[in-house]
């Protein structure tokens, strides 16, 4: 269990009461946003149309389940968060919600995004959605993120669920298409996670997290970047030549991938000294175009399913 001493309720109200927008942190706002958005794609561009109420009541409580996860996770890691730059100005370990509280709420949200979905949609996305709020929660936060540098890799599958969610809510069910938008995410989430790790290795290392680079050292992660980098580019081609796919997603993934190749080998080519003399700005300028490399992808695939009734999406 994580020591929530340093956490108790003196911290919490000497930093005087919690606002709202703590709460709205707490959900890690960001990360739902990505989760709202790959659920809405996955359920947007599957073949089965879903009334626009029943859609948006799914998508809130996928956001929910997200939110719930983002809650739990601040509440177990709020000593690890304490003494990470990154991280210690969040509600708990800043004093400001005690964990208690973070915990409380990661539950209930837990609880009633999962029911929800099963009433709005169907049973088998709120299963999916209940394992992957346990995926996050238990199997990365818990357990891997403390004891692995796979932490990443095993633990990407969490936010990688979201529009296999979506289609889920479509659907019913699980398709080839489902499985290559997760297999895009999973893929993605190491080169993303390790490009940041590389220039702030030094906050993993002071809180103890096992990452690749704190683990097995900058230059093996530049090899792994490389590695899972030239695993990831046939996902998109793969989507692009399916059901849902098309000649937007073609030239999108295309060009993506030959720019994602192109910035992970500039990455495997650097030294320690070299990229520490420029403040990593090649490994900063990579994780900042990993970020539109995912979004490009599924806007992509909305862009087709949105053409499509036009005849001018798909094949």
């Known amino acids: 269990m994580t020591d929530t001493s340093a956490f108790d309720g003196t911290a919490h109200d000497a930093a005087g009461e919690a606002r709202f927008g703590d709460y709205v942190q ?14 809405a794609v996955g359920l947007l561009v599957a073949p089965v149309p879903v009334h626009p109420l029943v859609a948006f009541a799914s998508i809130l409580f996928i956001a929910l389940g997200g939110g719930a996860s983002g809650a739990l996770n ?24 005690g964990p208690q509280d973070a915990l409380a709420l990661g539950l209930a949200l837990s609880g009633i995004s999962v029911v929800m979905l099963g009433l709005a949609a169907n049973w088998f996305a709120a299963a999916f959605l209940a394992f992957t709020i346990f995926f996050y929660a238990v199997v990365y936060t818990i ?5 692995t540098p796979q932490n990443i890799v095993i633990g990407g599958a969490a936010g990688a669920f979201p529009p296999m969610i979506g289609w889920a809510v479509a659907t019913g069910g699980i398709s080839a298409e489902s499985v290559l938008m997760f297999l ?35 230059p093996a992660t530049r090899r792994h970047i490389l590695g899972y980098t030239l695993a990831l580019a046939p996902v998109g081609p793969a989507l692009a030549v399916s059901q849902i796919g098309g ?3 073609l030239a999108t993934t295309l060009v993506l991938n030959a720019a994602f190749v192109a910035g992970a080998l500039r990455i495997r080519a650097r030294s320690d000294a070299t990229a520490a003399a420029d403040h990593y700005a ?13 979004f490009l992808h599924f806007a992509a695939l909305l862009a087709e399913a949105a053409l499509r009734p036009w005849g001018m999406g798909g094949w």
């Open 26 to 39: 707490l959900l890690k706002p960001r990360v739902m946003s990505l989760v709202v958005f790959t659920a």
């Open 74 to 97: 601040m509440w177990y890691d709020a000593d690890i968060d304490a003494v990470m730059r990154r991280t210690q100005r969040r509600p708990v370990p800043a004093g400001r919600v």
């Open 282 to 294: 090649v490994e900063k300028r990579f994780f900042k175009l990993s970020l539109a490399y995912l």
């Open 247 to 249: 000649p937007i997603m």
């Open 184 to 218: 895009l995410t999973f893929m993605w989430t190491p080169p993303h996670f390790w490009a940041l790790a590389l220039f702030m290795n030094d906050d993993y290392s002071r809180a103890g997290v096992p990452m690749l680079t704190v683990t097995h050292g900058r």
């Open 143 to 147: 357990w891997l993120k403390r004891s």
